[in-house]
Structure formats: structure tokens, C-alpha cells
């Protein structure tokens, strides 16, 4: 688990350089930092790092992993011709075409992530901390620029939970709470330029 996350923070930290190479001790340079996806599970993984093992903290490092392998491993297929390994480059395809599934789904993941993390608290295994930090990281992940699917997995509960909460066989008190569940989440969301 602490390997996992500690390659995961390394592989965050030299992308980050790749994208940002010359560091500097200025606020612009700390805006263009926090933009950065990379310094976004940076952040994560030294978050998860200090905390007691859960294995669902992994699921996002284990799907980047996979689409990072994808694409590298086309990258070296190509180098090696166009005919060679013709398995190895289905299951490449198969990836690359489910790759917005599999980002909807670390979203997905990411979001659901902090209610866990709540748990964690509660029961000892996080620093007080934790959910700070965590509620700041999702709030990151949900002003991406680069990658909108944290923000689309929002919208897209909310019409789920706004959808459940008309239906007819919801009960008044339950309509209630969802509502004020929607909009509780709704104003902790930050603005999006």
C-alpha cells in the first residue's frame, strides 16, 4: 500500500517537472502549480501516506497506472513496427477506447472517497487533518481544467439524487434530506472559471 502511493507520489512529482521545469519562488508559479493535475495526486498520495491502509485509496494510482502503461506501451509497440504483437495491441485499443470510462470512474472514486474518509476519522485510522486536506484536493480535482470528469461526476449525482427524490416512492422526509444534502454539497463547491 505505502510503495503504491509513495511510486504514485513519484511518478506525480516527475511528471510535475516534465510540465513545469524551472522552479520559482512566486505566486504565479504556485497558481500554475496547483493547476497542475500531476501536483493534484502529488497531494494525494502524500495525503494517504500518514493514514492507515485502505485499499480504495488505491483504485485511482492502480486506473492511471493502467492507462499510463497503455499509452507508453503503444509508444514502444510503435517503435517496434506496425505488425508486431497484434494481442498486446488489442488489449491497448480496448483500454484507450475505455478510457472515459475509466476516468468517470476515478472520479467517481475520488468523490466517493470522502465520505470515507470522514469514517476514517471516526474511527482513528486518519489525522484530524485528513479531511481538510482531502475536501481541498477534491475541490482541485474539481476545478481541473485538464480533466473535467471530477466535475462531471458531480453534475451527473446531483441529476441522479435530484431524479430519486422526485420519484413519487420517495418518502417526504427522505425528499428533505436529499434536497438539503444537494444543496449542502452544491455552496462547498468552488467556483469554476
Known amino acids: 500500500y505505502y510503495k503504491a502511493l509513495m511510486a504514485n507520489a513519484a511518478t506525480s512529482a516527475l511528471r510535475l517537472h516534465q510540465r513545469l521545469p524551472q522552479v520559482q519562488l512566486s505566486r504565479e508559479f504556485l497558481f500554475q502549480f496547483l ?37 507508453y506501451s503503444l509508444t514502444l509497440l510503435d517503435t517496434l513496427g506496425q505488425n508486431s504483437w497484434w494481442g498486446a495491441r488489442m488489449l491497448i485499443s480496448f ?11 476515478v472520479a467517481f472514486n475520488e468523490i466517493f472517497l470522502m465520505p470515507l474518509v470522514v469514517f476514517l476519522l471516526l474511527s ?8 481538510f ?44 434530506l436529499i434536497q438539503k444534502v444537494i ?10 472559471s
Open 183 to 192: 444543496q449542502m454539497v452544491g455552496s462547498l463547491a468552488p467556483t469554476v
Open 124 to 131: 482513528g485510522k486518519a489525522s484530524l487533518v485528513t479531511p
Open 95 to 105: 483500454v484507450e477506447f475505455q478510457s472515459r470510462n475509466i476516468l468517470r470512474m
Open 35 to 71: 493547476l497542475e493535475d500531476s501536483a493534484h495526486y502529488l497531494f494525494y498520495s502524500i495525503m494517504f501516506l500518514y493514514s492507515g491502509p485502505v485499499t480504495l485509496v488505491l483504485a485511482p494510482v492502480f486506473l492511471f497506472a493502467v492507462l499510463h502503461a497503455a499509452s
Open 133 to 176: 486536506l482531502y475536501y481541498r484536493f477534491l475541490g482541485l480535482r474539481y476545478s481541473s481544467r485538464r480533466n473535467p470528469y471530477c466535475r462531471t461526476m458531480f453534475h451527473e449525482l446531483k441529476l441522479a439524487m435530484e431524479q430519486m427524490s422526485y420519484s413519487p416512492k420517495c418518502p417526504v422526509f427522505a425528499r428533505g
